[in-house]
T-cell receptor, first 111, second 115 residues
Framework: RKEVEQDPGPFNVPEGATVAFNCTYSNSASQSFFWYRQDCRKEPKLLMSVYSSGNEDGRFTAQLNRASQYISLLIRDSKLSDSATYLCVVNRGTGGFKTIFGAGTRLFVKA | EAGVVQSPRYKIIEKKQPVAFWCNPISGHNTLYWYRQNLGQGPELLIRYENEEAVDDSQLPKDRFSAERLKGVDSTLKIQPAELGDSAVYLC?????????????FGPGTRLLVL
């Protein structure tokens, strides 16, 4: 089992739809969490950090559930430009600092 | 502000040949990472530097891969000899710790094809 797991998708949604992705992590010592976005043949770029209290940035909302060891990303009012791969990233400090990337969830937003 | 710079952007070599990648991190970022990303997968860490010290190279295939970060700024990653399975995108990232959080910024990557 991978330390960070995501549904690979693809998620195919129409413009304006709301879509949610989950990511589970297995190491309870994980300390910080992020969502990155990666466009085709481009490098990953930070979308948002995920805070324990949950956080929102425009149409994007990220939440963390430490008890169940998952994080989520909600995208409201999807745009064509949201089409990308969304990577879940977990940092853990014990056993040596590690950054672990999920394999990503692909999103296609259609007109 | 300039981002992470990598070169070359693309490299095609024959198996058993050597290859080297170069990375210049964002100014002021002490931590530098090299990742390998295969198609359909997330980036996998190869090595992490804090200044000039390699603090995590546990996933670097040391029989053929080597890296250095002289003077704690630029870094090079070398493969010798390259194998077919080394075909991937090699990403360099640098990070800065602020308020207890470390955000990584990636370069555009070097796309390697081994024939």
């Amino acid at each position: 089992r991978k330390e960070v797991e995501q549904d690979p998708g693809p998620f195919n949604v129409p413009e304006g739809a709301t879509v949610a992705f989950n990511c589970t992590y297995s190491n309870s010592a994980s300390q910080s969490f992020f969502w990155y976005r990666q466009d085709c043949r481009k490098e990953p770029k930070l979308l948002m950090s995920v805070y324990s209290s949950g956080n929102e940035d425009g149409r994007f909302t990220a939440q963390l559930n430490r008890a169940s060891q998952y994080i989520s990303l909600l995208i409201r009012d999807s745009k064509l430009s949201d089409s990308a791969t969304y990577l879940c990233v977990v940092n853990r400090g014990t056993g040596g600092f590690k950054t672990i990337f999920g394999a990503g969830t692909r999103l296609f937003v259609k007109a | 502000e300039a981002g992470v710079v990598q070169s070359p952007r693309y490299k095609i070599i024959e198996k058993k040949q050597p290859v080297a990648f170069w990375c210049n991190p964002i100014s002021g970022h002490n931590t530098l990472y090299w990742y390998r990303q295969n198609l359909g997968q997330g980036p996998e860490l190869l090595i992490r530097y804090e200044n000039e010290e390699a603090v995590d190279d546990s996933q670097l295939p040391k029989d053929r891969f080597s890296a250095e970060r002289l003077k704690g700024v630029d870094s090079t990653l070398k493969i010798q000899p390259a194998e077919l399975g080394d075909s991937a995108v090699y990403l360099c990232a640098s990070s800065l710790r602020l308020a207890g959080r470390e955000t990584q910024y990636f370069g555009p990557g070097t796309r390697l094809l081994v024939l």
